[in-house]
């Protein structure tokens, strides 16, 4: 079964460290995406990338760093920079940029200790 | 400046009962889309519907239905005959098809939740 999976489900931030969440598809979609979701509020955009080994900024980005050096794999972490990491968290991918539908992964809860 | 706006917070109807989830947005582009993406208690955003601003045929699909209309920027969403497990989050969301949007980001309204109670 083809899909998008974010690991892990729950994530428990001290202060000061920095903690990576992980994405995987096996969509053999070209684009990927990070998204936050806070409480009673829609999606925002922190990193996208188009493309293996080259990414861009969303609306978000500070605090936060990606890579993309495989195809199905975009991980991001939350650096100590961003002061107020507790969030929702959801990965997504699509064919490529623009017109395609983007499709979710479970998400994964991030919780500062 | 692009935008989404779903003024309906929370909708609350018994089961059976038909309701519209309301959603207008706001863009500089000619060419655009718009979806609808439904998250339930588990967290996952699930799509529903894709729409390409040059088509502005209604859409069904079993006991949902979509109404897009460019004159009011809207594109509302009604549940026929809603069911207990139609309870969720809905997002309405916007892609600008423009040269502003080449990562595709999708610009995301604040969500309607509807309860369906027994």
């Known amino acids: 079964d083809g899909g998008i999976t974010q690991s892990p489900k729950y994530l428990f931030r001290k202060e000061g460290q920095n903690v990576t969440l992980s994405c995987e598809q096996n969509l053999n979609h070209d684009a990927m995406y990070w998204y936050r979701q806070d409480p009673g509020q829609g999606l925002r955009l922190i990193y996208y990338s188009q493309i293996v080994n080259d990414f861009q900024k969303g609306d978000i980005a500070e605090g936060y760093s990606v890579s993309r050096e495989k195809k199905e794999s975009f991980p991001l972490t939350v650096t100590s920079a961003q002061k107020n990491p507790t969030a929702f968290y959801l990965c997504?991918?699509?064919?490529?940029?623009?017109?395609?539908?983007?499709?979710f992964g479970p998400g994964t809860r991030l919780l500062v200790l | 400046a692009q935008k989404v706006t779903q003024a309906q917070t929370e909708i609350s109807v018994v089961e059976k009962e038909d309701v519209t989830l309301d959603c207008v947005y706001e863009t500089r582009d000619t060419t655009y889309y718009l979806f609808w993406y439904k998250q339930p208690p588990s967290g996952e955003l699930v799509f529903l519907i894709r729409r390409n601003s040059f088509d502005e045929q209604n859409e069904i699909s079993g006991r949902y239905s979509w109404n897009f209309q460019k004159s009011t920027s809207s594109f509302n969403f009604t549940i026929t005959a809603s069911q207990v497990v139609d309870s969720a989050v809905y997002f309405c969301a916007l892609s600008e098809a423009g040269i502003y949007n080449q990562g595709g980001k999708l610009i995301f309204g604040q969500g309607t939740e509807l309860s369906v109670k027994p």
């Open positions: 997504a991918s699509s064919k490529r940029t623009q017109k395609e539908t983007q499709y």
